[in-house]
């Protein structure tokens, strides 16, 4: 597979609902290909795409998968996308690398969440796609019933192509509407025929609506058709193949991945039709403050972006690049636009799986591995050195769930932060967050499934062993009322004793200003070397917590008199009798819990606005505002719902939303302010509860 020109590379990713086929469609590609002899199983732990041991425990794909496979004088780079909704940043991560997807659907289970998901973020990229409609030999399969599903879902440009020849378990061939031909298949094997008599009629209504269909992006076909002039297949191929990569069109494919029956179509379609590496514009680039374009040349300046890394346990990190410009070579010297460090590709390959394979040279629009690749991350861009080009970001996914992790060893705390860092490499969706407060360490993902799977890795590939625990949150407390106290400090103790009298007054202040110290003493009272002992005193009791057991925020302290000795007197006196003072001015200050309050950004569609709604007034929930579209602009028939809402109340938003919504809404959360606490909640919070994450 050396040295492909762009022209000859096809970049595709599989993407849509779990447990579609689309693993499955991978390995009956490379099969036919003659890649690998025999699809594998992820349940045998034998297969090409899902060779991490997560994916064989959890049966399903996790991470991103490169598949390549050469089909005459093609390349097709192909990734295997997971399907389930917490890993959707890796279907973000591999969109970044090709030219087509190819959105797969089961012909059981017909359109589900994540295959919606996926389509909306390819509208939001105006990504090239075809329909693969799989399992059409399977129990309860319709190939109507899920095509008349697609063009609802996904709108008038869908266009079947093909049509199956029986269902079920006797489908077992495909008409291919471009040519008007049949083929059979016998376990994979296929042979040419005639079009069924049963299915003359419906073939010729078909063929009609896909010919009327495709001739419209093409005037002088369309006019020499209403002429009665009807276009060959090559004439329908080349209309079609050029709709498709202006996203005018849809192909609808079918077939069933298990069977192979129709997979050699699918693997000529991606040719036929797909775009090539350097058909469409290359993404947004900067050098400096200057916009810049890449054209794919492999006659230009090297530029490559880094949109994967993992790391193997024998080989350790591998970089997974697409080329955008240039020809790259084994010891070709690159420089990252992000560090300015420049390193040396000792070693190019590509990957099938977790395989690899020596290149001699990548040209621009492939895709290609180096290992050990130095100081280099996921979104990195490497280029020749004097042109420091950077390509835009890979966008990201929204980490919105978290747990606390405790190493279990003194062992695991020192690896912890190490291992947690190489994790995050692999992973961006991931976020470790140290919350100082409450001397935690929350590790944030997209879901309860994601996490649990970093966890594991985290234990198998860096030997690290963590438990969760419940996530406390961080009230506060504050006062409503002014109040005054007295702190006295006296010990005798044989020699010098302590002493020290603090006399001071609080007073609320407005939310958010935190903390503020006085200094009114007149007369010598308390001398001034002293004062800031006073100071102290009161800032420690505040933090170790006031009447209700947590940190004291919004007070303004005055000290205005005291008393000393002069032998006895000590900066420890006077820290001590301001402690003791701050305690007996709050115990008549009327002191309240203040929680933490979220806005929050909930985007779902139109019809579950209502029970979002019920649900968030549920939870305290203070709403601000709804306004019809997505907050990430990527969800169409969308509303967004903007609102206050406790903190403690969305600790399992993530997982509640996604099982309101099948997995269509989305949110985001940051912290606004902190609120009193209701006084019949304040029992739940005491100190040592914490709230379930």
Known sequence: ??????????????????????????????????????????DAGNSVCDFEPEESKHHMS????????????????????????????????????????????????????????AWEYLDTIHMPRMIFINKLDRERASFDRTLSAVKSSFGPEVLPVQLPVGIESDFHGIVDLAGNVCTLYDQGIATSSGIPKSMISEVEAAREQFIEGTIVADDSLMERYLEGSVPDAGQLTGVLSRATSECSAYPVLCGSASTLTGIDQVAQAIISLGPAADARPGPPARVGDTEVRVPCDPAGKQVARVFKTFTDPYVGRISILKALSGTFRPDSVLVNSRSHVEGRLHVIETLRGKASEPLSEARAGDI??????????????????????????????????????????????????????????????????????THQTLLWGTGDTHINVSLERLHRKYGVEVGTTDIVVPYRETITKPSQGEGKYKKQTGGHGQYGVA????????????????????????????????????????????????????????????????????????????????????????????????????????SLQGEILGDLSARRAHVQRTEAGSFDGISKGATTITALVPRSEIMRYALDLRSITGGRGRFRAEHDHYDVLPTNLMDKVKPGKTKQA
Do not use: W
């Not at 090709?98 to 017909?110: K, R």
């Open 503 to 606: 006399d001071i007054r609080i007073e609320p202040l407005d939310r958010g200003s935190g903390y503020v110290f006085s200094d009114e003493v007149v007369g010598g009272a308390i001398p001034k070397q002293y004062i800031p002992a006073v100071e102290k005193g009161i800032e420690e009791s505040m933090t170790q917590g006031g009447v209700h057991g947590f940190p004291v925020v919004d007070v303004h302290v005055s000290c205005y008199d005291g008393k000393y000795h002069p032998v006895d007197s000590s900066e420890l006196s006077f820290k001590m009798a301001g402690a003791l003072a701050f305690r007996e001015a709050l115990s008549n200050a009327a002191a309240v819990i203040l929680e933490p309050i979220s806005r929050i950004e909930v985007s779902v569609p139109d």
């Open 62 to 117: 996790i991470s991103l998968a490169l598949a390549p496979f050469a089909s005459g004088t093609v390349k097709v780079n192909l990734i295997d996308c997971p399907g389930y909704a917490d890993f959707f940043g890796e279907v973000k991560t591999a969109l970044v690398a090709v030219d087509l997807a190819i959105v797969v659907v089961s012909g059981v289970e017909g359109i589900e969440s994540q295959a919606e998901a």
């Open 1 to 42: 597979m050396n040295g492909y020109q762009p022209a000859n590379i096809r970049n595709v990713a599989l993407v849509g609902h779990n447990g579609s086929g689309k693993t499955t469609l991978a390995e009956s590609l490379l099969c036919i290909a003659g890649a690998i002899q025999k699809a594998g199983s992820t």
């Open 368 to 437: 290609f591995a180096v290992p050990k690749l130095s100081d280099t991350a996921t979104g990195d861009t490497l280029s020749s050195k004097g042109f420091p080009v950077e390509v835009e970001p890979i966008p990201g996914e929204l980490a919105n769930y978290a747990v606390a992790i405790e190493p279990r060893t003194k062992e695991d705390e020192d690896k912890l932060m190490t291992a947690l860092h190489r994790l995050q490499e692999e992973d961006p969706a991931l976020r470790v967050e140290r919350v100082d407060e």
